[in-house]
């Protein structure tokens, strides 16, 4: 059994590869400011775009992504904001969620642009 860590990063790293066949360039994986973590940054059609990745190893109680309540979106926007001083980013952002559901060695990928702001 895989613990919920390993199954995050496992989920992390599926969502990355899902993201660079859709033409995401990753600027930087699990970015850290203070009490804010944001799993994936990328650039996308001249977007910097904040990606919460939620996992799980199946879909009972809940789909992954409900996981993602104002509290999470607040970090993570929190987060996005250092980053964007940090780089002295002007352009425009969009803060996106990936959902996957582990099963059975297979990988069912939701993704939810524009997903909170």
């Known amino acids: 059994?895989?613990?919920k860590a390993e199954i995050g990063l496992e989920?992390?790293?599926?969502?990355v590869k899902y993201l660079m066949s859709k033409g995401?360039?990753?600027?930087?994986t699990?970015?850290?400011h203070r009490r804010s973590e944001i799993d994936i940054i990328a650039n996308?059609?001249?977007?910097?775009?904040?990606?919460?990745?939620?996992?799980?190893?199946?879909?009972a109680f809940g789909e992954p992504e409900?996981?993602?309540?104002?509290?999470?979106a607040n970090k993570v926007m929190e987060g996005a904001e250092?980053?964007?001083v940090e780089n002295n980013w002007h352009g425009d952002i969009r803060f996106d969620v990936v959902s996957i559901?582990?099963?059975?060695?297979?990988?069912?990928?939701?993704?939810?642009e524009d997903a909170f702001h």
């Open 11 to 15: 989920g992390e790293q599926q969502a």
């Open 30 to 32: 699990n970015y850290r």
């Open 1 to 3: 059994m895989h613990s």
């Open 44 to 59: 996308h059609n001249e977007l910097l775009v904040f990606i919460e990745v939620k996992t799980k190893s199946y879909s």
């Open 24 to 28: 995401y360039e990753i600027v930087k």
């Open 101 to 112: 559901i582990k099963n059975q060695g297979r990988y069912e990928i939701k993704h939810f």
């Open 66 to 72: 409900v996981a993602v309540d104002e509290k999470k």
């Open 82 to 84: 250092q980053f964007i």
